[in-house]
């Protein structure tokens, strides 16, 4: 298991947790972000926000939110 910003362009993960207050709970699952969700990073850069693909969707995470999402990475099986 490692934190979102981890992840290396190309690298594909499993979300298994996300901690945070409420209102940021609220705001990462209502763009569809929320456990069992496989996303593929598409752009770590130091000191940059970070693009995500996941859900049919690309995604910007600022790399402070990012820290509080944990991933496990694999392959998705449905791919």
């Known amino acids: 298991m490692q934190k979102l910003t981890e992840l290396r362009?190309?690298?594909s993960g499993?979300?298994?947790g996300i901690e945070g207050d409420r209102r940021y709970l609220s705001r990462i699952?209502?763009?569809?972000?929320?456990?069992?969700c496989w996303l593929e990073m598409v752009q770590n850069v130091k000191n940059r926000p970070l693009l995500v693909y996941g859900r049919?969707?690309?995604i910007a995470l600022n790399r402070e939110e990012s820290e509080r999402i944990q991933?496990?990475?694999g392959h998705d099986e449905n791919k």
């Not at 699952?29 to 069992?36: A, E, V």
């Open 71 to 73: 991933v496990e990475v």
């Open 29 to 36: 699952t209502s763009i569809g972000l929320n456990n069992g």
């Open 56 to 58: 049919d969707t690309m």
């Open 9 to 11: 362009e190309g690298e």
């Open 14 to 16: 499993r979300i298994v």
